[in-house]
């Protein structure tokens, strides 16, 4: 019996009667991350790993009905034993191992495997079958090393400032936001946030995130010289808006693994796009797979039908799950553009 299944609630673990980021409510819940695609209200129990507790908290509710598991420490549930383990992709995190009668079955929820200093860093975990996920699955996604990124986005902070000019830079509120707070030169100038990114902000620095100082946007008038200086962080949905009138002549641009794409940049319509995603690309993907030694695997969202043929092409046993996981940084922004 396969460990886990494809079902109209999401992938259904028939032994242990649970759901793995079930997209319909469901009695039991295991969640990988916080992301929305991936955590939804309305479950009556969850259990995700213990780092992610503060973002899933401040996502879904205080009060959501949640238990947690220390990354590494395992818990049965009807003879199949579970465990959390990192999946390096934003905060808390997780792929989840599951054993039963001597079968191993990994599901790797969103990953990456460059470490970036915001979240544990991706850990290989040998497994029979190997659920993937393969956003960014084709062979032209290589990502650039992530400091060679932040060092462009640092000089385009700089170029901006000695022209008088405010640095817009649009990325996802959860995650992508922090990880550049992260990594960027503080000491350049002043950072601002969107509203949608400040209470995540929070939530990483009580987890002893480091990110630097913060102001809150939405406390500056129009035209304040300060923002002639400052870097701006904001969601996607908050360009065009009302919102970015306040910032006067600035320079805009947007952190995202599409922006390798050419056709993508244009329609963004912005000055500069930085090629920063959160996910593995195509050489990260066939790494982590080679890493966890499965001799099958299971490929959800993205890319699915090339990545399937292309181990299939090695030899190895892969088909596709049809699930309704997307890429955060393409999903319906607007809920997060309503906070400003």
């Not at 640095?167 to 949608?196: E, N, T």
């Not at 008038?221 to 870097?231: G, I, Q, S, T, V």
């Not at 066939?286 to 030694?293: C, D, F, P, S, Y």
Request: proline content about 6%; overall charge negative; aromatic content about 10%.
């Amino acid at each position: 019996m396969d460990l886990v299944i494809a079902r109209p609630e999401g992938l259904y673990c028939p032994p242990g009667d649970f759901y793995i980021d079930p997209w319909r409510p469901v009695d039991r819940a295991v969640i990988t991350h916080a992301h929305g695609d991936h955590a939804r209200w309305g479950m009556k129990h969850y259990l995700a790993a213990a780092p992610g507790e503060g973002i899933l908290r401040s996502r879904i509710g205080a009060d959501m009905p949640l238990q947690t598991l220390p990354y590494g420490e395992r818990i049965v549930h009807h003879g199949v034993t579970l465990s959390f383990h990192p999946a390096g992709h934003v905060l808390g995190s997780a792929q989840v191992r599951l054993e039963y009668e001597g079968e191993v079955w990994v599901a790797s929820g969103d990953y990456k495997v460059e470490p970036d200093g915001t979240c544990a860093p991706f850990e290989p975990v040998r497994c029979h079958t190997f659920i993937t996920e393969s956003t960014f699955g084709l062979p032209i996604y290589t990502w650039q090393p992530q400091a060679e990124i932040f060092a462009g986005i640092n000089e385009w902070w700089r170029a901006n400032q000695a022209q008088g000019r405010a640095s817009v830079l649009f990325s996802y509120a959860f995650g992508k936001a922090q990880r550049i707070l992260h990594g960027i030169d503080d000491g350049i100038g002043p950072i601002l946030v969107h509203g949608a990114v400040e209470p995540l902000n929070r939530v990483y620095r009580e987890a002893g995130i480091r990110i630097p100082e913060t102001h809150y946007a939405g406390d500056f008038k129009k035209n304040d010289p300060m923002l002639r200086e400052a870097l701006i962080v904001a969601p996607p949905s908050a360009g065009g808006s009302t919102w970015m009138r306040r910032f006067g002549d600035y320079s805009d641009a947007f952190a995202s693994g599409w922006m390798m794409l050419r056709g993508t940049r244009r329609r963004r319509g912005v000055d500069r796009g930085f090629v920063l995603s959160d996910h593995a690309d195509w050489p990260g993907l066939l790494w982590a797979i080679e890493q966890t030694g499965a001799e099958r695997v299971m490929v959800t969202h993205g890319s699915v039908a090339i990545l399937v043929r292309y181990l299939r092409e090695q030899g190895l046993d892969a088909q596709g799950f049809t699930t309704e996981y997307g890429d955060e940084e393409e999903a319906d922004l607007v809920k997060e553009g309503a906070s400003v």
